[in-house]
Structure formats: structure tokens, C-alpha cells
């Protein structure tokens, strides 16, 4: 697991968006990375390691002048957990940043079909076929976001929290979700998109829990939630948080290995999520295609530190 947040508001984000990361810390991550738009730019800013390597890179930067962008600290799932591969990822015009929790089962033949078309690669993740397939997307509509995103996600299999700025639209960010979390906090003049609640939980404790299948578009004075397939608005109100950042990043259990317990069916669930049949009938396991049916399966997470058998 990992982390994401964007900001729009009154206050200067980078330093903002860093304080979210570090409340998030305690989900696991190998590198980590901002986007923001200032002076008419794109700025990504991007560190393999702790915090503190891209805090070391942002000190010689100017960042005083956005009020609005996205952090990510990552968890490599496709490719070294290197500067490279870190989020947020752009489009080849460098106009959209995006990062992005999860994994993109498909994203070889993504990766494949937007190659065809003259699209050149410069990492080694699943995710950077998003920013390029969305900025296809953004071409044939027009550049109308919530229309470009709806195409995209629609051709997507796998597991995301996306959070995207682009240069077009400085002070908006969007957010979509399918199977990772993403949260929306709702401020003064400040609104917040996360992967968890204490990323932004010392600024507001009105809350909005984006379901599967939604988008979220944020600005300093408003919010919206689309349903991504049909673009419908959907209307919803934010609930009030009463925990603190230290039960919020236990989501309300007494022990982080409590709560690690009762979210296995779940973290099991949304790492199979791309690869059950649409029937539910069963898991596709393409990879063992042909192979005797085995009689005992080992399920090993990435960066094992142990395995579970079922
Ligand atoms: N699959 C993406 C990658 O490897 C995102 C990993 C994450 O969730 O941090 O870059």
C-alpha cells in the first residue's frame, strides 16, 4: 500500500502535500514524488527512498507559487523503485502529471497499442500507459477532462486511485477510483483528495468516501463526483470524522496489527481484483496456463517478508 494526495486551496501545496505524504508513511513505500503548476509550468519533482531525499531536492526549488498538486509515495509494483519510475508520471507533451495507487493488469497491451502509435516510453511502470492513454483521450475530447477520463478508465483493467493535475486547468485536481482507496476531504476554500483520511485530517474532518467506479474533481471552492462510466453527477454528503491522525491511520482499531487482520480479506481481494472472471466464477491465473491444477497455492505479497498459504 501507498500514497496519494492532492490539494486545491489557499495555502502554498508542496509543503502541505509533504506533511500528507509523511502522515501516510506508515502504509510502506519506496520512493515518492510531487506535481505541481507554476509560472505557466508542469514541475515534477520525483526521489527513490524516504521522504527526506525529496524534501532534500525541493529545498533548492522555488515552490512558494502553487496553491494546488499531487504527491505520491510509491510502492513499485512494475519497475525499479528508482527516480525514473517514480510518480507522478506524465504524457509525452508534459501537460498532465499523474500518480497512481495500484495496478494495471492490462498494461502491456496499452503499453503495445499506444507504441503503434508512435508513443515513446520513458518508464518501466504499468502506470505511465495511463497518463499517455488519458492524453489521448484528452485529443479526441476536446480536452474535456470528465469525458477523456470516462474513455480512458473504461479501457482499464486492474486496480487504481489516480490523482492528475494538468496545465490546462491549474488549480483543479481530479481523482478516480477502482478497488484502492481514495478519500475526499472537504475544507474552507480547500479541498483534498487521499489515499487515507490522516493525509489531510489536521485541515478538515468532513469527509466523502469515493465509491469503485467514481470520479472527483477538485478545486479551491468546489468538489464534484462523477459516476465514471455514465458521467451522471453523483450527489453526496461528507460525514464527519471524529478520530484523531493516530486512530484514522488505524482506521478506529486499538492495534495497526488488529487492523491489519480484519483488512486482509479486503487487501486480498483488491490484489485478485483484476484478475477475476467477470462471472465471479473464479480467479484467471494466466501465467499458469497449462500447468497441472496445483494442489496447494502460496500467495506472496511484493517485498516479502513472509507468505500467506491457502
Ligand atoms: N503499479 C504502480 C507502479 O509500480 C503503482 C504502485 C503503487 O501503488 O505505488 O508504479
New binding site residues.
Given amino acids: ?2 500514497g496519494i494526495i492532492g490539494y486545491s486551496g489557499h495555502r502554498v501545496a508542496v509543503p502541505l502535500i509533504m506533511e500528507g505524504l509523511r502522515r501516510l508513511e506508515y502504509r510502506g ?1 519506496d520512493s515518492a514524488g510531487v506535481a505541481y503548476i507554476q509560472d505557466g509550468a508542469l514541475h515534477v519533482v520525483r526521489a527513490p527512498g524516504k521522504l527526506i531525499e525529496l524534501d532534500t531536492k525541493l529545498a533548492s526549488l522555488n515552490v512558494g507559487g502553487a496553491l494546488s498538486g499531487i504527491g ?8 525499479l523503485p528508482n527516480e525514473k ?3 507522478p508520471h506524465r504524457d509525452t507533451t508534459g501537460h498532465l502529471a499523474l500518480a ?5 493488469e492490462n498494461f502491456q497491451t496499452l503499453r503495445c497499442m499506444l507504441q503503434g502509435e508512435g508513443v515513446t516510453f520513458s ?1 518501466d ?3 505511465e500507459s495511463l497518463a499517455h492513454l488519458l492524453a489521448k483521450g484528452l485529443r479526441e475530447h476536446e480536452g474535456d477532462m470528465l469525458k477523456a477520463l470516462s474513455w480512458t478508465l473504461a479501457q482499464v483493467e486492474g486496480s487504481y486511485a489516480l490523482a492528475i493535475v494538468r496545465l490546462e486547468e491549474p488549480g483543479v485536481v481530479y481523482g478516480a477510483r477502482r478497488h ?1 482507496p481514495l478519500v475526499v476531504g472537504v475544507g474552507e476554500g480547500e479541498h483534498f483528495i487521499a489515499s487515507d483520511i490522516p493525509a489531510f485530517l489536521p485541515y478538515t474532518r468532513n469527509v466523502v468516501f469515493l465509491d469503485a467506479g467514481e470520479i472527483v474533481r477538485i478545486d479551491a471552492h468546489s468538489w464534484g463526483v462523477w459516476d465514471a462510466a455514465t458521467l451522471a453527477q453523483v450527489h453526496r454528503t461528507p460525514q464527519r470524522i471524529s478520530w484523531d491522525v493516530q486512530a484514522a491511520q488505524k482506521s478506529g482499531y486499538k492495534h495497526f496489527m488488529l487492523k491489519e487482520i480484519f483488512e486482509q480479506p479486503r487487501v486480498v481481494a483488491d490484489c485478485l481484483a483484476g484478475r477475476l472472471d467477470p462471472a465471479g466464477q473464479g480467479v484467471c491465473l494466466e501465467e499458469l496456463a497449462g500447468m497441472p491444477v496445483p494442489k496447494r497455492l502460496h500467495i506472496l505479497p511484493c517485498r516479502a517478508v513472509g507468505h500467506a498459504s491457502v
Fill in positions: 500500500m501507498c513505500y505520491h509515495t510509491r510502492w513499485a509494483t512494475h519497475g519510475n517514480a510518480h497512481h495507487n495500484g495496478i494495471v518508464t511502470t504499468d502506470t484502492s
